[in-house]
Nanobody, 127 residues
């Protein structure tokens, strides 16, 4: 069983930056495909970014491409989401997700493809 714990959310002004962290346990981190999703009030959960198990591939939604960066640290069993140039539309609860797959270089962008989820961390961007 994989456990995921997010941290790093908070309140920031538009144009500012935040770094989210997701600590994973319960499985070899280098075998996990990781992703970030977000859900704003009244909206469906949406894909933000993903990274393959071998960290060789990453993928981003069009809305965050060029502003957000996903990365992983095998030594700390942690995946990060560096968020720059934040906008009020980025306000949401951000969730970390993980899955196993033998396809180490593949990224997955659909919520239904992930088996493990964190509890979420709130990000609020003020205008």
């Amino acid at each position: 069983q994989v456990q995921l714990v997010e941290s790093g959310g908070g309140l920031v002004q538009a144009g500012g930056s935040l770094r989210l962290s997701c600590a994973a346990s319960g499985h070899t981190f280098s075998r996990l495909h990781m992703a970030w999703f977000r859900q704003a009030p009244g909206k469906e959960r949406e894909f933000v970014a993903a990274i393959s198990a071998n960290a060789g591939s990453s993928d981003y939604s069009d809305s965050v491409k060029g502003r957000f960066t996903i990365s992983g640290d095998n030594a700390k069993n942690t995946v990060y989401l560096q968020m720059n140039s934040l906008k009020p539309d980025d306000t949401a609860v951000y969730y970390c997700a993980a899955r196993l797959s033998p396809l180490w270089s593949v990224t997955y962008s659909r919520a239904g493809e992930y088996d493990y989820w964190g509890q979420g961390t709130q990000v609020t961007v003020s205008s």
